[in-house]
T-cell receptor, first 112, second 113 residues
Framework: SQQGEEDPQALSIQEGENATMNCSYKTSINNLQWYRQNSGRGLVHLILIRSNEREKHSGRLRVTLDTSKKSSSLLITASRAADTASYFCATVPMDSNYQLIWGAGTKLIIKP | DTGVSQNPRHKITKRGQNVTFRCDPI?????LYWYRQTLGQGPEFLTY????????KSRLLSDRFSAERPKGSFSTLEIQRTEQGDSAMYLC???????????FGSGTRLTVV
């Protein structure tokens, strides 16, 4: 079953602009993770944020988590053509034995 | 260790044939997961192992599907009597329990004709 819902489903922006993707989920979580997937390839882990954290940074990535709203956002600053990919959020629900529950993803296109 | 390795990368088979995929996880990881992904969708959980024990199987995993992880190392996923609906990307991932993110392989793309 899928818990996360990404928004928007697709996003197209100019190179250099910032890209923001959102994720909502339904149950209490242990942590939330963001992954990137290039077309036809496997998924790459980007960042993990725990339920007691509110914001996390990694290079050009910034992730926020609002557990009261059961939502997270992924911000990619100064986007590059190489950022073109699908981005998925995945949650580890409480008492889930550390299994990931996935959303359907946001397809991001960076126009040169 | 070069990450999670999956073989083959692509497999085309005729309906009704059996296929087997292999996954070699990161050696330090004690968990191994199999997912299926169709175009435009997120991964769907199939099954996972902790060491050599298969701890959970999805209801998606019909009796035509079987997975093994002998000795807690590599894993195989077999699909018997393939159907066109089995066409998908089959992803393997490994993790160390409690440490966070999963490491995925590049997947095996199955096409049933």
């Amino acid at each position: 079953s899928q818990q996360g819902e990404e928004d928007p489903q697709a996003l197209s922006i100019q190179e250099g602009e910032n890209a923001t993707m959102n994720c909502s989920y339904k149950t209490s979580i242990n942590n939330l993770q963001w992954y990137r997937q290039n077309s036809g390839r496997g998924l790459v882990h980007l960042i993990l944020i725990r339920s007691n954290e509110r914001e996390k940074h990694s290079g050009r990535l910034r992730v926020t988590l609002d557990t009261s709203k059961k939502s997270s956002s992924l911000l990619i600053t100064a986007s590059r053509a190489a950022d073109t990919a699908s981005y998925f959020c995945a949650t580890v629900p409480m008492d889930s034995n550390y299994q990931l529950i996935w959303g359907a993803g946001t397809k991001l296109i960076i126009k040169p | 260790d070069t990450g999670v390795s999956q073989n083959p990368r692509h497999k085309i088979t005729k309906r009704g044939q059996n296929v087997t995929f292999r996954c070699d996880p990161i050696s330090e990881h004690n968990r191994l997961y199999w997912y299926r992904q169709t175009l435009g969708q997120g991964p769907e959980f199939l099954t996972y192992f902790q060491n050599e024990a298969q701890l959970e199987k999805s209801r998606l995993l019909s009796d035509r599907f079987s997975a093994e992880r002998p000795k807690g190392s590599f894993s195989t996923l077999e699909i018997q009597r393939t159907e066109q609906g089995d066409s998908a990307m089959y992803l393997c991932a490994s993790s160390f329990l409690g440490s966070g993110g999963y490491t995925f392989g590049s997947g095996t793309r199955l096409t049933v004709v």
